[in-house]
C-alpha cells in the first residue's frame, strides 16, 4: 500500500476532481463548517472512486466493527463491492436497511443479503430493519450507528436524480455534516 501527497497550484475542487480519478481511495475530512464545500463535492461525487470521510475530530481509525446501510440501489451495491475485503477482516459486521428499502420481505432480503455476504467470507452478526417514516433517513442511520458504537459505516451515495440535488440537500447532507464515524463510499 502507498499514498502519495503533492502540493499543487490551482482551484482547489477542479485538482481534487481530476486527479482523483487515477488513485484507489480518496480520502476526505468533513468540511470545517459542515456545509458542503466544492472541493468535499469533487472528491466525494466527481472522482467516481471510493472515498472515505474522516470525521473532523477522530481520535482513533478502526475497522473492527462495520455497520453495512444497504439501500437496493446501484450505489449500495457498489460501496459494498468495493469494501469487501475489509469486511472480511472485521470482527463485527451489522447491516441494516430501512423498512421503505425492502423490495421482499425481511426473511427473503436478509436471507439475499446473508448468502451474497457469506459467498464473499463474511459473516453478519446482525441485520436489522429500520422504521425511517417521519425522519430524515440520514438520521436514522447516524442514530443507530452511534447507539451501536460503529469504528466505520459503509454507505453508498445516491445519484439517480441529479447528483448535486440529492447530494447538496436531504440526507446525505445531513448525514455527512453530523457524522462522527469515518463513513466509506
Not at 154 to 180: C, M, N, P, R
Amino acid at each position: 500500500n502507498s499514498a502519495a501527497l503533492r502540493h499543487m497550484v490551482g482551484i482547489r475542487s477542479e485538482l481534487v476532481e481530476k486527479y482523483s480519478k487515477y488513485c484507489d481511495l480518496v480520502l476526505v475530512s468533513v468540511p470545517p463548517t459542515g456545509s458542503i464545500t466544492g472541493t468535499f463535492e469533487a472528491a466525494v461525487t466527481k472522482s467516481g472512486k471510493p472515498c472515505i470521510v474522516i470525521p473532523r475530530k477522530l481520535q482513533e481509525f478502526k475497522a473492527d466493527k462495520i455497520l453495512v446501510s444497504l439501500t437496493g440501489t446501484a450505489a449500495s451495491a457498489r460501496a459494498l463491492d468495493n469494501w469487501l475485503e475489509l469486511l472480511q477482516r472485521a470482527k463485527s459486521v451489522t447491516v441494516i436497511t430501512a423498512n421503505h428499502y425492502l423490495q421482499e420481505g425481511i426473511p427473503e432480503t436478509k436471507r439475499r443479503i446473508s448468502d451474497y455476504l457469506a459467498l464473499h467470507d463474511v459473516n453478519i452478526d446482525a441485520f436489522e430493519t429500520l422504521n425511517a417514516d417521519g425522519k430524515i433517513p440520514g438520521q436514522v442511520l447516524l442514530e443507530y450507528a452511534d447507539a451501536g458504537d460503529f469504528d466505520l459505516i459503509v454507505a453508498g451515495l445516491h445519484s439517480d436524480s441529479g447528483i448535486k440535488e440529492i447530494f447538496l440537500g436531504g440526507a446525505s447532507k445531513y448525514f455527512l455534516q453530523k457524522t462522527k464515524i469515518p463513513v466509506l463510499m
